[in-house]
């Protein structure tokens, strides 16, 4: 057999034993989210033009995530919303937003290494 063979073979495998560990663990990997909305609002984020990117959770919830630091972009989209930012209380990760009758908190947490997951509007 050639070395190229062996090789193709070997990183075949290596593609396959890590696929398969991924989709018996993916709770532990990705957490409450489905792995394949968080990757495909990862991939909005990086690849495309969005800022913000929608996502659902194992119970259907929604949530919006964005880059790290950059929940500007979040409160800029809640503001063409119709909701004024009343207090951002970084120590509890926590938003507050006012629509003009009642309080709305939204709590926010990092996600991976470069993305913030948010909550999604009550």
Known sequence: MSKRFVLTL?????????GALLLLNWEKVFGDYRPIQ???????????????????????????????GHLDEYIH???????????????????VFNDGQEDEQIYYKRFARKYTMIDGEG
């Open 10 to 18: 070997a990183a075949g495998g290596c593609i396959i034993i890590s």
């Open 38 to 68: 968080t990757a495909t609002a990862v991939f909005k984020l990086e690849v495309g033009s969005q800022d913000v990117a929608r996502t659902t959770d194992s119970d259907d919830a929604l949530h919006y995530m964005v880059k790290k």
């Open 77 to 95: 989209m809640m503001n063409e919303k119709g909701y004024m930012l009343k207090e951002k209380d970084i120590d509890h990760n926590r938003l």
